[in-house]
Each structure stands twice: as structure tokens, then as C-alpha cells.
């Protein structure tokens, strides 16, 4: 009988669920939105029991077309976004709304933070900058905004915790991926930080407990197990932030393959033996979904999300078409040198600026612009963003031999063409898109003992395809772009338009 896993990625502006059997093939996929809740305060939160309905019900559409019975699917495993935070009572039941990462409203409490403990003793601990897009301000914001519900708080679920502890476990369990993304994450130690508790006042009691990616936590109850229909006692393995579950997907699972992620946040990721860090605390160091290990990467919080807001203004809403990127890629009005920029600081400023009140500038219009132009600048704004990261990466001299792309985006061709030209490397495409779902699938069938390890599991379930070289006249042009796109970032920050945290 043909063994299959299930795979659920819970994103921040969709849902997505599919099986893998052994070899990487996924069957019956399906996408379903799940978007944010914009408040005019500035405010990003998420429905949680939206989250848990659309997670199962489309697990159960899932199941039901792709024409898996139920007794072959051996396990189910789970990628989120990460950083997004849902208070719970006793009964892992939300309290209010999930906070989401993109959410600043902590920016005042992690300030107050810098001056309790140094910038570089917190960046050694954690591997992160002390910023407000991680869960650490949310927490601070409400034992000091709403310290009525702050007690009555059990604890503070990651997604996949909240998920997967409504699916039948016993507690709340936070892998170790998901967690270092907390801002309270010992990334030396793969546990809680006692020292930033202490600071904090936080308790981990407050917490979920802390386990290994690709480890068996439980089982899916009855009740569960109806509404996804799936068996009860189909065993959970835990999971992984959706973007080390990308980087698994992608087969970045050894030095010198870096994944990045176009999705409504773009990601670039890195695998390592060692605990890196930068001595400029301009990436990130956070634990790997392979467990023990690291990953080194850069967070640019708004990548295809900037596609979804100009869309929301110039195409009611819908997505791009094939037809309109063919469109904007032949008309090339807007040529390297001539072009608009496009600071891609929607929701703020991530690696390697981190400036958390950033706002996002466009710059360069005039009349015989049209909308192809300024959607062409906003796929370079980000891919500009993209290429500051990888130049950090090589100035701390990790080793980059690979670009494998993934995510939404990376369907997008006139895009993937762009990037190879921007960064002046080749890229290489995934035969399966869906690369943290992937991900999470090879957590699963590692957590159930199918594969040794997860680099052996890539090997078996990782397919590259397609590839695209930098065109060389291209690639000197963008470089004229990428100087001037930096200098006037330079400047801009200096006259304080960007804002600071």
C-alpha cells in the first residue's frame, strides 16, 4: 500500500493543504485565503477560528480529491508563518484575535528593552535584531497596554502550536524553528532564553514547551479527525516556520545552497553547520527545521504583499495575469537607468536595514508612466532588497554556490528573469512550488522514521527544474541601478523619511 504524508502551511494571507507520497509527488492541493484584518490603528491581526476552519476543511477537500484513502496517509506535520502570536486560556481556546509579525505595535516596548540589555548581547542570544516584528514586543504590549487580559492569558501559542494543539495534543509544543523566531529563543542552546525572561518578566510558564522539528507529539482525536477526514490516531509530527520548511523543500539542507522565498514576505535562506552571526546584526541566525542546525537569513517583510497592495489599487484586487507580465516585459519603457524605484517598505523594514516605522517610497514617476511601469518597479524594489542580503552574506564570507527559488513569485517568469539579471547569478526553479509545504511533508515522513535523516529525504523528494542566466548587458545595467538605488536609500534615511524605531 502506497504511503502518503500531509502537509498544512497556514500563511499569512492563505491556507494551503496537500499529500506527498515518498518521493516528492503532491496530490490534491488546496489553496484557500485566509487574509489579514488591516485596522486603521496600524493594527494586523488574523481570525484564529478562521485559521483552525479553513486549515480542515481543506485538509478534508484535500483528502476527498486527491483520492488518498484515508488509511494511507501516515502522518500529518505542519508549516506556519512565524512570529504570529494567539493568547489562549487553559483550554487552548484564543483569546481575542492572532497578532500578526507584521504588527509593530510592540515598537515601543522592545525600545524600552534596548535599555535594559545591549544590542549585540541580545542579537549573540537570540541571533535576531531586537525588533518589534517578533513575538517578544506583542507579549510586551499586552502586559503593558492590557494587563487585565495579560492574566488571564495561559500562554502564548506560535500558529502551529495553536493548530496542532486543536488537532489532539495534550499541550501546547513549539518547535525549535518556530521559536527562535520569538525573540526569546537561546539559539546556542535550543531553549527558552532565562536571561531575556528575567529581563522581560515574562514566565515560561507563559510558553509552549519546546521540541525538535520532525518530532511525534500526539495524535489527531476523533472529533478532529471527522472534520479533515482522516482516522484518529493518524500521528502529528511537529513541523516548521514556513520558511525553514521552504528551505527543506527547496533542498537547502547543506552549505552553499541558499532558498528564497517569494511569497507575501520574501525570505533568503542558508543552511549551516555552525551558529553564524553578523557582527552587524544585519541577518538573522535562527534554528534550521534540520534539526540541531542553523540557518542563516534575511527577512524583507513585504515581497509579493507589495504585488497584493498594488494590485488592490490598479487591478480591483485581482491577481496579475500571464497576459499582463507578458505585456509589461515587451512594452520596457521603464529601462534600467531610467527606472522607477520602489522601496519596498510596506510594512515596514526588515534585514538588513531594520527599521520597523519605515514607510515605503516610490520614486521616479512622470507622465508616460503607466500602471506595467510601476508593477515593474516594485518587482525590482524587492529584488534590489534581495540582493543588499546577499551581498551581506558574502561579505561575511558564507559560502553561496546556489539560488533556488520558491513561493508564489517564482511562477511569476518575467520576475525570475529579472532576479537572475539583478543579482547577476544563475537561479535555479523547483518542480514544486510549494516548497514549505514540501517541507513540512518531509518533517512527517521523517518524524515516522521513513527517512534517516532530512538530507536524505531531500535527495528523494527535492526536484530542481528549469534554470535562468543572467543576461550580461542587463546585469550591468541593474548594477548602475542597484548603486543609485542604494544611495538614495542612504540619503532618504539620513533626512529621516524613512523614520527610525
Request: glycine share 10%; charged share 20%; net charge positive.
Amino acid at each position: 500500500m502506497k504511503t502518503y504524508v500531509a502537509s498544512i502551511d497556514s500563511g499569512t494571507s492563505a491556507i494551503k493543504t496537500a499529500l506527498f507520497d515518498m518521493e516528492g509527488n503532491i496530490k490534491g492541493l488546496v489553496i484557500k485565503k485566509c487574509p489579514c484584518i488591516f485596522h486603521k490603528n496600524g493594527f494586523i491581526e488574523q481570525d484564529p477560528r478562521g485559521i483552525l476552519g479553513g486549515v480542515f476543511s481543506s485538509l478534508k477537500k484535500t483528502v476527498e480529491m486527491s483520492g488518498v484513502r484515508p488509511i494511507q496517509v501516515a502522518a500529518i506535520s505542519f508549516s506556519s508563518q512565524r512570529a504570529t502570536v494567539i493568547p489562549v486560556d487553559r483550554n487552548g481556546v484564543n483569546i481575542g484575535n492572532a497578532i500578526s509579525w507584521q504588527d509593530m505595535r510592540g515598537a515601543k516596548e522592545i525600545k524600552k528593552l534596548k535599555k535594559t540589555i545591549d544590542d549585540s548581547r541580545y542579537y549573540q542570544i537570540t541571533g535576531l535584531p531586537d525588533n518589534p516584528v517578533f513575538t517578544l514586543g506583542k507579549i510586551l504590549w499586552f502586559k503593558k497596554d492590557s494587563p487585565g487580559t495579560y492574566k488571564k492569558i495561559w500562554k502564548f501559542a506560535l500558529v502551529n502550536d495553536y493548530i496542532s494543539r486543536s488537532a489532539g495534543l495534550d499541550d501546547l509544543y513549539a518547535d525549535w524553528s518556530n521559536a527562535s523566531l520569538t525573540g526569546m529563543f537561546d539559539i546556542s542552546g535550543f531553549s527558552w532564553s532565562e536571561e531575556i525572561l528575567k529581563l522581560t518578566g515574562i514566565s515560561r510558564d507563559k510558553l509552549p514547551l519546546l521540541v525538535s522539528p520532525g518530532k511525534k507529539t500526539g495524535a489527531l482525536n476523533a472529533a478532529l479527525a471527522r472534520k479533515c477526514g482522516l482516522l484518529p490516531g493518524t500521528p502529528l509530527i511537529s513541523g516548521g516556520g514556513d520558511q525553514q520548511c521552504a528551505g527543506l523543500g527547496a533542498g537547502a539542507v547543506e552549505p552553499g545552497v541558499a532558498e528564497i522565498t517569494l511569497g507575501t514576505a520574501a525570505v533568503t535562506l542558508l543552511y549551516s553547520d555552525k551558529r553564524a552571526v553578523d557582527p552587524g546584526r544585519r541577518i538573522m541566525c535562527a534554528a534550521h527545521a534540520v534539526p540541531g542546525k542553523w540557518e542563516v537569513e534575511g527577512l524583507q517583510n513585504s515581497a509579493a504583499g507589495s504585488l497584493a497592495w498594488i494590485s488592490r489599487i490598479v487591478n480591483n484586487g485581482k491577481d496579475f495575469n500571464k497576459k499582463f507580465f507578458s505585456k509589461m516585459e515587451k512594452e520596457k519603457r521603464n529601462i534600467p537607468g531610467k527606472t522607477i524605484l520602489f522601496y519596498p517598505f510596506l510594512s515596514g523594514s526588515s534585514a538588513p536595514n531594520w527599521i520597523s516605522g519605515a514607510s515605503a517610497v516610490l520614486l521616479g514617476l512622470g507622465h508616460a508612466h503607466d500602471k506595467h511601469d510601476i508593477v515593474r518597479s516594485i518587482m525590482e524594489g524587492v529584488t534590489l532588497e534581495t540582493r543588499e542580503i546577499l551581498d551581506v552574506f558574502g561579505s561575511l564570507g558564507i559560502p553561496l554556490e546556489e539560488l533556488r527559488i520558491t513561493g508564489g513569485g517564482s511562477t511569476i517568469e518575467s520576475w525570475m528573469r529579472m532576479q537572475a539579471n539583478i543579482f547577476n547569478k544563475k537561479l535555479t526553479g523547483l518542480e514544486c512550488h510549494q516548497a514549505s509545504l514540501l517541507g513540512a511533508g518531509m518533517l512527517a515522513a521523517y518524524g515516522i522514521g521513513a527517512f534517516k535523516d532530512l538530507k536524505a529525504a531531500a535527495r528523494k523528494m527535492v526536484r530542481v527544474s528549469g534554470t535562468y542566466l543572467p543576461d550580461a548587458e542587463k546585469a550591468v545595467n541593474y548594477n548602475r541601478v542597484y548603486e543609485k538605488y542604494k544611495k538614495i536609500q542612504k540619503t532618504l534615511r539620513a533626512a529621516g523619511v524613512f523614520g527610525e524605531l
